[in-house]
């Protein structure tokens, strides 16, 4: 029985709220319960659940996977709140503005150690490959998150250094999540690897979307402040591009813009929207984007599998490039 | 060929110091390799590799999850420094002191993954029931942690609550790794249960024993600031067992005494301990700790061992509960 995408997310979703929590501490079991009932679109586990499925595997022997990717997931989440003083995600407080900063670690552990528990339950020849992955995908996400930080206070930073920095924190746990169902599912070690390699452009992808919805969309759809990362000054891929491509007069503009302070936020990120729009940057991201997208394409279907079989997985990866998932 | 304790730990320490890190980013790891090299007494990883060689198991088998064991306890540290304010650990300054916050947790976490990455390492036949305990155990030292941070805000601390608190935050991961030490051997399960309890024993006892020294020892010898926990106000075993025996007077007298001020922290010192003396809480507290030493002494006995064989680990770990190791 092959299930749709739609129809693992909501699977997924009912045995991720079906986990039960101990009663106390409720300092570091209300936040857990409240960081994972937020919803979001599931996209690491539902990625992994599809991949093992075309790959033949058992829902119920890729599960505990994909319940600890997406555990994984909101643990870094949590963490990044607190080092990016983020105060809303999805809309709602994040979990150390609703407590406090303590709660916000020691939750965020506790999460982590909770997705690494579940590994326990997959089949024990598969472990050691499924450790190793889960595990050094891990350090590499906090290597992405560091490096991210980094750029805050670096004067320079290179597109180059950016899109490691995206391989690192976004896009390596995506192709993770892929390969994790081809692994449960015994695949062949070529098409496993083949999955991680879809996974990053993908990724890649994904995070400079990521970028730009930050300016070119608005709050209700996309759950975040828009232009969050204008006012905090962050070094996106709009951002990098913009310096890359602009003459000194425009540069100046730009550093006269993004010297605004925060009481100038509405100017701020209208002004730096316009210069983005002088230079293209929308379209140019949108190009980025679909590079990553046809890399991504060509990897894919060289996957030795009918077209029929791996279709469903073409089909939300490449909607979810597009963040149309 | 049988090591001493003193040897395993020489080989332990150089297995530890031989681990490689990457250059970059340098934020991330300078503080991993900091903290991992600031020695202690790797009591944890000991026990794990003395337990492993009494059951005839092989060092090089156990050296993964020795590491692994440790490298977690030092990530507990470092995000418990955070969350305690505690400027200095083993006479140097905490890991986010000497860089700042977001440094303390990224690092952390990824100590968190790379001790976890370790477990790749161990007999796959073994790996479900030592990723079983080893993540369902930190996850209880979380839980002790938050308890711990709970009854800083809680007007009623009682003594078993606390007993409970200082079993999860100390004495499971003792255990476990005692315990570890005896799967990675393959001892019967009997056996293995066994040094798990007799660990919950010497744990509770070590950290009395931590609470005692806090204040009855001098900073020199033991690496942190004296009284540190009377300044703070800390909810520790004396301070609970006084308020427990105090008469209304000898209340009064300690509130009085803990509601001073930082400014005076010497007095406030002094009066508390004095306080402690005239109820006599050093004599109760040795009482308590010899208690739980007697009871670790009569399963350990019952462990199916030869004496002699059984005889380096009974050595060690009631040392350590004496805190003489």
Redesign the interface.
Known sequence: MAYSAEELRNIFESELGSISY?NE?K??YNPIEYALSQGGKRLRPVLLLLTNQIFGGAIEKAMPAALAIEIFHNFTLV?DD??DAAPLRRNVPTVYKKWNQ?VG??S???M???S??L????E??L???I??L???T??EV??G???D??FESQEEVSLETYMEMIRLKTAVLLATSLKTGAILAKAPVSESEKLYTFGIHIGLAFQIMDDLLDVFSDQELFGKQTGNDIVTNKKTWLYLKAYDLADEATKAKLDSAFGLSNQFAKVKVETVTELYNSLGIKELAYQEISNHYLKAVKVFESIDLPDETKEPLKKITLAMAKRAF
Chains 1, 2 share one sequence.
Do not use: V, W
Not at 119 to 122: E, G, Q, S, T
């Open positions: 101990p501490p300092l570091l963490h607190i080092m303590n670690i020691l965020g552990d506790t982590f150690a909770q690494s528990r590994l326990a339950k997959i024990p020849s472990l050691p490959e450790i190793e889960f595990f050094k891990a350090i906090c290597e998150q560091q490096y930080m980094d």
